[in-house]
């Protein structure tokens, strides 16, 4: 298992709020894209990312990838409570663990909380794991928004669950069969603003090297406008 993150202040922004991390003995990776309109988005992300990669265990199973999600929550909902003079601090959190059943199946593990994404790659062919914690996630699925008008809400980034926040979240758990050749992406919505999926396709295809498919993802959304952080993990 490969792993490659990379992480951009991009265009527009003065400071850089999102983190990642990943433990490729654990076959576990974490991104965490701090919120720029509360206090401190960047110490939110990083001890998200932090508590999460403490919590996981060997050999991770659905509950304890919740459990760490939740440990995650735990430590910035109290890390804000403490913070004299940070006031309130909330951070997206996207993750995804590689691991094998009781039965010896292959399996990918996902979870999420906020609108950080996680796509899987497969024969050419992207798929969005997650589901958005968004309005306009909701206004799209009532129909009201098309796919089109959603990426230019001027609410996109208003999310409804976040790390930090409340004492408790329930993250969003994912599973799905691991093949040989897969490509998961991590990113945050600094890269996913800026470039369709067909974009994203075809940085991910055009080179066998994750860390120049990473650059090159940044890259790509930074002459796009770049208009916010960008962060990418790549994992194959």
Do not use: K
């Not at 991104?31 to 403490?54: H, K, P, Q, Y």
């Not at 990918?108 to 609108?115: K, R, V």
């Not at 599973?175 to 075809?202: K, P």
């Not at 790509?220 to 208009?227: H, Y």
Request: hydrophobic residues 45%; aromatic residues 4%.
């Amino acid at each position: 298992m490969n792993y490659v993150g990379v992480t951009d202040l991009g265009q527009v922004r003065s400071g850089n709020e999102d983190c990642y991390g990943f433990d490729a003995a654990r076959r576990v990776a974490v991104l965490a894209d701090g919120m720029g309109g509360l206090n401190a988005g960047e110490i939110a992300s990083a001890a998200a990312v932090r508590a999460f990669l403490s919590a996981v265990p060997e050999g991770c199973d659905s509950a304890a990838l919740a459990a760490a999600a939740r440990h995650a929550n735990e430590q910035v909902f109290a890390l804000s409570r403490a913070s004299i003079g940070q006031g309130v601090m909330g951070t997206t959190l996207v993750a995804s663990v590689a691991f094998d059943s009781a039965a010896g199946e292959a399996r990918w593990l996902f979870a999420n909380i906020g609108d950080s994404r996680a796509y899987l790659l497969r024969d050419g062919a992207l798929t969005q794991v997650t589901r958005d914690h968004s309005v306009v996630q909701e206004l799209t699925e009532q129909g009201v928004l098309t796919a089109d008008e959603a990426r230019v809400a001027p609410n996109r980034h208003v999310i409804t669950r976040a790390v930090g926040l409340e004492p408790e979240v329930d993250p969003d758990i994912a599973e799905l069969e691991r093949q040989g050749g897969d490509l998961v992406l991590l990113c945050s919505d600094g890269l996913t603003d800026m470039l369709h999926e067909e974009a994203i396709v075809d940085v991910l295809t055009a080179s066998d090297s994750l860390a120049v498919a990473a650059d090159q993802l940044v890259a790509a959304a930074n002459r796009a406008g770049g208009v916010d952080n960008i962060s990418v993990v790549l994992i194959r």
